[in-house]
T-cell receptor
Framework: DSGVTQTPKHLITATGQRVTLRCSPR?????VYWYQQSLDQGLQFLIQ???????AKGNILERFSAQQFPDLHSELNLSSLELGDSALYFC?????????FGSGTRLTVV | GESVGLHLPTLSVQEGDNSIINCAYS??????FIWYKQESGKGPQFIID?????DKRQGQRVTVLLNKTVKHLSLQIAATQPGDSAVYFC?????????????FGQGTTLQVKP
C-alpha cells in the first residue's frame, strides 16, 4: 500500500457527462500529481499541484481541471466526457523526487 | 523531443534466473530516474531510483545501472520469482525536487516461467 488513496475505484458514465475523481496523498506529501494511463498512450502526466498551487502542466485537455485543497487532498474534474477518455487515472504524491502512486480510478465512458 | 523508450516489450525468463530490463532515454537533461512495477489492476509501485551523479544503485534483489554516455538505463532482477511477473516502467524526471513530472516509457512485460 503506497499510502495514496483514490476514490472511486471504478466509474462508468455516459458521454457528455462530468465526473470527479478524488485523491488523498500520503501523509506529509505536499505534491499531488495526476496521470492518465490508456492502452494507446501509456502513462501520461496531466498536472501537478504543490501545496495548493498548480506547479506543472502536461497533456491535460481543457475539458479537464484539477485542484488541491487546503487539507492537501485533490480532485480531478473531467467534463464533456468522450469515449476516448476511458482510461485509468492515477493520482500520485511526493515530498521529494520519489513519486508514489495510488491504485487508480478506472473510468469507462459509454 | 521528450521520450523514454524500452527496447523489448516482453521478456520471458525462467524462475530463478536473472532478468535484465532495458530502457533508453533521449533527454540528456534528465537527472533522476525511477523504475516502477505495475501488476494487473494496480498502480505503479516504486522499485528503485537513481540520480544522474550515480552509475549504479542496488536494492533488495534489484540493481539499476545508468549509462549517461549512451543514455541507457537497466533494471536487473536477481533470482527472478513468479511474483516478479508484471509490467516494468522506467521513468525520467527533469528539474527540481518540487517538479515531479515523470516521463514514462512504454513498459516491458516480464513473464516468469515456473
Amino acid at each position: 500500500d503506497s499510502g495514496v488513496t483514490q476514490t472511486p475505484k471504478h466509474l462508468i458514465t455516459a458521454t457528455g457527462q462530468r465526473v470527479t475523481l478524488r485523491c488523498s496523498p500520503r501523509s506529509g506529501d505536499l505534491s499531488v500529481y495526476w496521470y492518465q494511463q490508456s492502452l494507446d498512450q501509456g502513462l501520461q502526466f496531466l498536472i501537478q499541484y504543490y501545496n495548493g498551487e498548480e506547479r506543472a502542466k502536461g497533456n491535460i485537455l481543457e475539458r479537464f481541471s484539477a485542484q488541491q485543497f487546503p487539507d492537501l487532498h485533490s480532485e480531478l474534474n473531467l467534463s464533456s466526457l468522450e469515449l476516448g477518455d476511458s482510461a485509468l487515472y492515477f493520482c500520485a504524491s511526493s515530498r521529494s523526487r520519489t513519486v508514489f502512486f495510488g491504485s487508480g480510478t478506472r473510468l469507462t465512458v459509454v | 523531443g521528450e521520450s523514454v523508450g524500452l527496447h523489448l516489450p516482453t521478456l520471458s525468463v525462467q524462475e530463478g534466473d536473472n532478468s535484465i530490463i532495458n530502457c533508453a532515454y533521449s533527454n540528456s537533461a534528465s537527472d533522476y530516474f525511477i523504475w516502477y512495477k505495475q501488476e494487473s489492476g494496480k498502480g505503479p509501485q516504486f522499485i528503485i531510483d537513481i540520480r544522474s551523479n550515480m552509475d549504479k544503485r542496488q536494492g533488495q534483489r534489484v540493481t539499476v545501472l545508468l549509462n549517461k554516455t549512451v543514455k541507457h538505463l537497466s533494471l536487473q532482477i536477481a533470482a527472478t520469482q513468479p511474483g516478479d511477473s508484471a509490467v516494468y516502467f522506467c521513468a525520467e524526471n527533469i528539474g527540481s525536487s518540487n517538479t515531479g513530472k515523470l516521463i514514462f516509457g512504454q513498459g516491458t512485460t516480464l513473464q516468469v516461467k515456473p
